[in-house]
């Protein structure tokens, strides 16, 4: 069985590209290009020296001693919580402004939930001196103040998607509309592995850098290139498909994918996309969504706005229907007391999106001399109130 | 023979009228298409609300929300229409997006549709080579159209290739945006019209998006078999409620 997408943009039976008549020149201009872009030998010269030098890669694959000693088990971190931005978007926002630029596009728009892809798309803008406009579910704008700010200070325009249910969901629709309003000068850098083919592969392939990196650095470490267990959390699922990408045709790998699962998974307030969601299209791609009986998309919660997506990237439907990789789903309680404990164990503070992986810890029981390689997503900082209301510090 | 064929086939330009079903109220659905109907219009499109309407502006995206809210569903929408052939004589055209209809499982939808005497489908998000693929023979089985859209950015090839798999006609999309975002037409739209209409296709257009006024509305027929009307009525009927529907088709068409 092939993980990969196949010449016809499927993952198995999800993927496609279910898109308005409108979108597809755009869309066809893109899947003509990105690969022969992407393999360009200049392409890959400014890619490279960009994440080395702008964005602070290879990130480190730091064995965690402590939280190994506690779960008796080899721990280690993928540090994508040291990018410049403070997570992995930033190695898709990269990636992506460089294609724009080849495909002689000046204009670039994005849509953001909590608002971290959102400032790493400022910020790639604003290195290549490119308008950037980003929208913005007006609940999230409101919830997100400090994300909104960076962005306005990187030199983005912030527009608020006042439609549906006014979140992430709704601001993917209205950057699209943007997209369908400016078909010719604009570029829309999709922020996870969701959307039309040639997105979720592209964006997988960018953040690959994760698992490339990490098998270097493993066989350094541990003499092989293989763990035995890599997690990540998902919520369209863009650094589970970086950590995954080069162990999807290892099949010893076990590959661990964390959904949020809210207040519980069955509480009515869960993003648990695998277990609770149908097949359906959204934003463009055939997946697994949360949705009505009558097929209306339904609003996911999650104490994490990273996580609260209401369906899953095309290639992890197919991971999850293959059964390839292991789905568990982690609570907001739970994840938030994991997001604690690495603080005090290890003196880093993770997102509450990678504290959802680090949950797993507590619901599965590891060899002794199992290698787990756990990425962590991103850094804590954006999180500080939600910690600090939770935890009454 | 297919009622929208029909219909083209006779010797006048044609205006349809676009409404979201279950706005403003949920049981509107049937006096409006009636009315429409009466006051002269030639076929009708059905809006099968959806929560992320994609293609669309905010006047039909607001007026997807209230349907919704007020508790439209396939389902309903089918049990609404299950007179209609009774009174109705006109063709009348389903447009929805892809993922209601999927959960509803495409060939149940369509077995519903031919039931009812729907003529046929208008689906944004269903491209075309996945219904080509997938869908082509269903669709076929129960007597239905499936109507495609082009833009100004449609290749020549592409174009051709739509044309040729079209049954009814082509909906023309006026101009690069979502629905409801224009009040004119500049030259660029008329060199598009006529570049189209150039081209002899087999397959009438009807234009669509942005035909919000008499003016529009004579612009678009001036090349094309025919134009649609969405979100300016959907306004209408937002701000007038269902009373009057004959003074809005009589302010486009006398």
Not at chain 1, 93 to 114: D, F, M, N, P, W
Not at chain 1, 329 to 343: N, P, Q, V, W, Y
Not at chain 2, 143 to 153: A, H, K, R
Request: net charge negative; hydrophobic share 40%; aromatic share 10%.
């Amino acid at each position: 069985m092939s993980y990969f997408v196949d010449k016809k943009g499927y993952y198995g039976e999800f993927g496609g590209a279910f898109i308005p008549e409108m979108l597809y020149p755009n869309v066809k201009e893109l899947e003509d290009n990105y690969l022969k872009i992407m393999h360009e030998s200049s392409f890959q010269k400014e890619f490279q020296e960009l994440l080395k030098e702008y964005v602070g890669r290879p990130t480190p694959l730091y064995f965690a001693k402590r939280l190994s000693e506690k779960y008796q088990t080899k721990i280690y971190l993928k540090r994508e919580d040291l990018c410049h931005t403070g997570a992995h978007k930033i190695n898709n926002t990269i990636g992506q402004i460089l294609v724009a630029k080849k495909l002689g596009k000046t204009r670039v728009i994005a849509e953001t939930g909590a608002g971290q892809h959102g400032v790493a798309t400022a910020t790639v803008c604003a290195l290549m001196g490119i308008e950037c406009v980003v929208y913005m579910g007006e609940i999230d704008i409101a919830r997100q103040a400090p994300n909104v700010a960076r962005m306005k200070m990187l030199g983005a325009k912030v527009v608020p998607a006042l439609s549906g249910s006014r979140t992430l969901k709704d601001a993917t629709n209205e950057a699209i509309r943007d997209w369908i309003n400016n078909p010719v000068n604009t570029h829309y850098i999709i922020g996870s592995v969701v959307g039309p083919h040639p997105y979720p592969d592209m964006v997988a392939r960018f953040q690959s850098v994760i698992s490339e990196e990490i098998k270097k650095q493993l066989l350094e470490k541990e003499q092989t290139e293989n763990p035995d267990y890599v997690i990540a959390c998902v919520g369209g699922g863009s650094n589970a498909a970086g950590a995954f990408y080069h162990y999807l045709d290892e099949e010893k790998v076990h590959l661990i994918a964390v959904e949020a699962a809210g207040l519980g998974i069955h509480s009515g307030e869960s993003a648990a996309t695998s277990i609770l969601g149908k097949e359906g299209v959204i934003h463009g791609s055939k997946t697994l969504l949360m949705q009505s009986e009558d097929g209306q998309i339904t609003e996911p919660y999650s104490i994490s706005a990273g996580l609260d997506y209401p369906g899953i990237g095309p290639l992890h439907a197919h991971l999850y229907r293959s059964k390839r990789a292991e789905f568990i789903s982690i609570t907001d309680d739970e994840a938030m007391k994991a997001g604690l404990e690495l603080c005090e164990l290890e003196g880093i503070i993770p997102a509450i999106e990678s504290a959802h992986a680090l949950a797993v810890f507590n619901m599965k029981k590891f060899e002794e001399s199992d290698v787990v390689v756990l990425n962590l997503s991103g850094r804590g900082d954006k999180d500080l109130d939600t910690y600090v209301k939770y935890f009454k510090l | 023979m297919n009622r929208i064929n029909q219909k083209l086939q006779e010797n006048k330009k044609l205006l349809s009228i676009y409404f979201t079903a279950g706005f403003p109220k949920i049981n509107d659905t049937v006096s409006i298409i009636e009315n429409l109907e009466k006051s002269g219009v030639d076929f009708i499109e059905i809006g099968l609300p959806f929560s992320d309407p994609l293609a669309d502006g905010p006047t039909i995206q607001a007026s997807s929300t209230q349907a919704l809210d007020n508790g439209m569903s396939s389902e309903v929408l089918f049990n609404q229409l299950k007179d209609i052939r009774k009174t109705v004589k006109i063709p009348l055209i389903i447009m929805g997006y892809f993922n209601p209809m999927m959960q509803y499982g495409v060939e149940n939808f369509c077995k519903k549709c031919a039931e009812i005497g729907i003529d046929g489908l208008i689906i944004p998000d269903l491209p075309v080579d996945v219904y080509n693929d997938h869908y082509k023979s269903i669709f076929e089985k129960y007597g239905l159209i499936n109507v495609f859209l082009i833009t100004p950015q449609t290749s020549l090839e592409r174009i051709q290739f739509i044309d040729q798999i079209s049954e009814g006609f082509i909906y023309m999309v006026s101009s690069a945006s979502v629905t409801g975002s224009q009040n004119a037409f500049g030259k660029s739209q008329d060199d598009y019209f006529k570049r189209i209409a150039d081209l002899n296709l087999k397959s009438p257009q009807i234009i669509g998006f942005g035909i919000s006024n008499a003016d529009t509305f004579k612009q678009a027929i001036k090349y094309a078999k025919g134009a649609i009307i969405g979100s300016a009525f959907v306004k209408y009927l937002d701000e007038n409620g269902t009373a009057n529907i004959h003074k809005f088709v009589s302010g486009i068409i006398d």
